[in-house]
């Protein structure tokens, strides 16, 4: 026995021997032909030594054994089968670790469920173990989706603490699952862009902007096999976007939420190598809905990120725009401009703009609340010498699609004067029915198609220091089955640390598998 081996892991000591054998571990993984066995108590022993173990611990720890038990050669059922086995180990060694370490460690597994569907996908399923090995999938992405939504509820979220950041850099952890390259990380992160995943670098490789991209990776291999398992598309639409909404308010996650609508305005979208290419246009329709038509009430919670999640917001919303217009369906273009601009984000932008910035008049002001009038307005800032993207260059180059800065921007095109408005309904941000009529003017719009996915939803019940904060949806003139009457159903709002329980609608049903 080695005299180290002696010296009590705590402190100093357990940090050195962390370094000390996870450098070793990345040295000899690179070797062509490495032995990896000698590793495994190793990092046994350093995630024993701790109530909250480090992530690299348990991602070192989960790594070594998982190659050791399983080879990498076989069928799709095979693989499958060993990625059911890796998301028990994990989910075994991450019960006591914060809520966004316990999602970014499901990676590997959402990497293998990608892999096992690429195989299948390229196949007619005609014999027996491929459809078993699909089943196997599904049944899966379900399980690995209900464990994410408990974590996020049950857990405490540990923003911008020491256990919240990684030790190690994320571009060499990613090394001991996926073969050593340049690009360890996005071949770990396959349904993640690359602009996505050289944003996420910025941000230091931060576990909870990783734990919101693994919510987002899940939430789109599902919406992928609810296409391919579908036996009927009559309703599939309407059904894709009350579950996407309803998984939204579940997750709670305003990291996952801005990393998807970052991810909606990619084309191609990262995750066409397992959607079918007439799939591609009902995808945008579900996810720019989903993300743009719903005021979520967490979103308030996570003040410190909200300009952020607004520039994101609104930049995804003059993208939406921009491709539907293309494609000739105005009037999704125009509900996504009218549930904007009745929002208070448009009030919002010009605030922390003219906050920030000692303006002139004329210059401080924004010709019109639309998101082209007011991406115009900030690029002309920009121009200016004003910051407002800052270094955030792919979001800057999404917002200047399809405009000119050169010519004045006109407080409201044609097409935002054609929709009327009792085809839409909104939700209530006021809180107190005596402030209703003021606060209707503030009202985030919603297209009718959520009506039924609204109705269905189910949000936990959520609790605010100090005092209760309630946010009513409201339903106005929607005739889906030939019944205008108005409905109304009530919400509470809240920070991201609920405790409560939340159902995630499948939708796929057990007839439709």
Not at 144 to 165: A, D, P, T, W
Not at 381 to 394: P, S, T, Y
Not at 429 to 449: H, P, T, V, W
């Amino acid at each position: 026995m080695e005299a180290t081996d002696l010296v009590p892991l705590v402190g100093e000591n357990y940090a050195l021997k962390l370094k000390h054998s996870m450098q070793e571990l990345l040295s000899e993984i690179s070797k062509e032909s490495p032995n990896l066995s000698p590793f495994v108590s190793t990092f046994y022993e350093l995630m024993q030594a701790k109530v909250d173990p480090p992530f690299e611990a348990i991602w070192a720890y989960a790594a070594i054994s998982f190659r050791g038990r399983n080879p990498e050669k076989g069928d799709a059922l095979d693989m499958i089968l060993a990625a059911k086995d890796l998301f028990q180990l994990l989910s075994a060694c991450s019960g006591s670790v914060c809520a966004s370490k316990s999602i970014v460690l499901l990676a590997p597994v959402v990497f293998a469920l990608h892999g096992v569907m690429v195989e299948l996908l390229g196949r007619e399923l005609r014999c027996k173990r491929e459809k078993k090995a699909m089943r196997e999938v599904k049944s899966l992405v379900d399980v690995v989706l209900g464990y994410i939504s408990l974590s996020c509820h049950n857990k405490v979220y540990e923003e911008e603490s020491e256990s919240s950041r990684l030790i190690f850099p994320f571009t060499d952890l990613a090394r001991l699952w996926v073969d050593m390259n340049d690009e360890a990380v996005e071949s770990l992160l396959p349904l993640v862009s690359s602009d996505v995943c050289g944003w996420i670098c910025s941000k230091g490789f931060h576990v909870d902007y990783l734990g919101g991209a693994i919510i987002m990776e899940v939430l789109l291999l599902k919406l992928c096999l609810s296409f391919h398992l579908a036996t009927s598309r009559d309703g599939l639409e309407s059904k894709l976007k009350s579950w996407a909404v309803s998984s939204i308010s579940s997750f709670q996650n305003t990291y996952f939420l801005e990393i998807l609508m970052r991810t909606a305005l990619e084309t191609p979208l990262p995750f066409i190598s397992i959607l079918k290419p007439e799939d591609e246009i009902l995808s945008r329709k579900v996810l720019f809905d989903a993300v743009l038509l719903v005021d979520y009430p967490f979103l308030y919670s996570n003040v410190k990120y909200i300009k952020n999640l607004t520039l994101t917001r609104l930049v995804a919303t003059h993208g939406a725009v921009e491709y539907f217009r293309g494609l000739g369906d105005q009037n999704r273009a125009i509900s996504y401009i009218k549930a904007f601009s009745a929002s208070g984000l448009p009030l919002q932008i010009v605030k922390w703009v003219t906050s920030q910035n000692v303006l002139e008049e004329k210059v401080g002001k924004a010709n019109g609340s639309s998101p082209r009038a007011l991406i115009h307005w900030l690029l002309s800032l920009e121009n200016r010498g004003i910051r407002v993207f800052e270094d955030d260059d792919i979001l800057k180059s999404h917002a200047t699609s399809g405009l000119d800065i050169s010519k004045p921007e006109h407080p409201a095109s044609n097409l935002e004067r054609k929709i009327a408005d009792g085809d839409l309904f909104y939700v209530d941000n006021a809180g107190e029915e005596g402030n209703a009529g003021e606060d209707d003017k503030q009202n985030n719009l919603i297209s009718d198609a959520f009506v039924a996915a609204a109705q269905t939803m189910k949000l936990p019940d959520r609790k605010r220091k100090g005092k209760h904060s309630e946010k009513k949806i409201k339903f106005v003139k929607y005739d889906l089955h030939q019944n205008s009457e108005p409905v109304k159903a009530r919400t509470s709002t809240a920070d991201d640390s609920s405790s409560g329980e939340s159902e995630v609608e499948d939708p796929i049903s057990d007839t439709d598998a």
